[in-house]
C-alpha cells in the first residue's frame, strides 16, 4: 500500500525543479503535474517519477486538485517548485504518514529572499507562516480561484514543528514580477465573480495589510526588505482591482 505520496504542480519551474524534487525521495511515490510547459520540466521530472500529469489548467484550484486525485497515497504533502523539503520535515512527515484516519497539517515556513531568511512579517496573500500541506487522501480539496484559492478541509488539524524552506525570489525584481502575476490572476477573478470592489475599500486594505505586516507582525525588524514585504502585500489587493478595473473599462 502506498502510504504518502508526493505532489509537485510547475509550470515552467526548470530552473528549480529539480532542487524541489530531489529533497522528495522520502515519499513513496511523487506525482508532478505539470501545466502547459514548454520548457525541459518534463525531462527533468523523468529523472525522478514515471507518474506525470501533463494538462493545461487556466485555475490554480482545478490544476492542483488534478494531483491530489492522481495521488495513490493515503497521505500527501504539496510542494511548489519553489519549496525544500529537509531531512528533519522528510522524517516528521513520514512519521505522520504511519497513521491511520483522516486529518491534515499545518506546515510552517522560513522564506528566503535570496539567500536572507525573512522571519517576520510575512502573510496577507503575501508569502505564509504555516498552511496546510500535508493531509490525509480525502481532507483537502483547493477552490476554483486562479490563484489563492479557497480550502476545504476536514478531520482534525495537527501542526508539525520543522518548516518548509520556501525561495520567495532571489532578489528585488522576482518579488516585483511575482506580484505582478498574482495580481493579473487575482483581476481576472473578480472580473469573473461580477464583484471587483470599490476603490476606497481597496485603498483601506492597502493601509490595513501593511500596517499588519509591518507594524503587528513586526515587519519593521526585517529592514527595507520588511518594508517591501508589506508594501506589496498591501498593493495586492489595490493593482489587483485597478487591474480589473481598468481592463473592464478599456
Not at 33 to 60: H, K, M, N, P
Not at 153 to 175: E, F, T
Request: proline share 3%; net charge positive; with cysteine.
Amino acid at each position: 500500500m502506498t502510504r504518502l505520496s508526493a505532489l509537485v504542480v510547475a509550470r515552467n519551474e526548470a530552473a528549480q525543479l529539480a532542487d524541489c524534487l530531489a529533497t522528495l525521495g522520502f515519499a513513496d511515490e511523487i506525482v508532478v503535474v505539470l501545466d502547459r510547459c514548454t520548457d525541459e520540466s518534463r525531462a527533468i521530472a523523468q529523472r525522478f517519477t514515471d507518474r506525470i500529469v501533463e494538462g493545461a489548467w487556466e485555475r490554480e484550484g482545478p490544476r492542483r486538485n488534478t494531483g491530489i486525485d492522481a495521488c495513490r497515497g493515503a497521505w500527501i504533502v504539496e510542494v511548489d517548485a519553489d519549496e525544500r523539503v529537509g531531512p528533519a520535515l522528510a522524517a516528521e512527515i513520514a512519521a505522520v504518514a504511519r497513521r491511520d484516519g483522516p486529518g491534515h497539517f499545518l506546515i510552517p515556513f522560513d522564506n528566503y529572499v535570496g539567500e536572507r531568511l525573512v522571519r517576520h512579517g510575512w502573510g496577507a496573500s503575501w508569502g505564509v507562516a504555516a498552511t496546510v500541506r500535508l493531509f490525509a487522501k480525502g481532507c483537502k480539496r483547493w477552490g476554483d480561484e486562479r490563484v489563492h484559492p479557497s480550502l476545504e478541509l476536514k478531520g482534525p488539524r495537527g501542526r508539525l514543528n520543522n518548516a518548509m524552506i520556501h525561495r520567495m525570489g532571489g532578489d528585488v525584481s522576482d518579488l516585483l514580477a511575482r506580484l505582478d502575476r498574482y495580481t493579473s490572476a487575482r483581476a481576472r477573478d473578480l472580473r469573473d465573480a461580477g464583484d471587483i470592489g470599490t476603490l476606497p475599500g481597496a485603498v483601506r486594505r492597502f493601509f490595513g495589510r501593511f500596517f499588519k505586516l509591518y507594524v503587528m507582525r513586526r515587519g519593521y525588524r526585517e529592514g527595507a526588505l520588511g518594508f517591501l514585504n508589506a508594501l506589496c502585500a498591501g498593493l495586492y489587493p489595490l493593482l489587483a482591482h485597478l487591474k480589473a478595473r481598468l481592463d473592464r473599462e478599456g
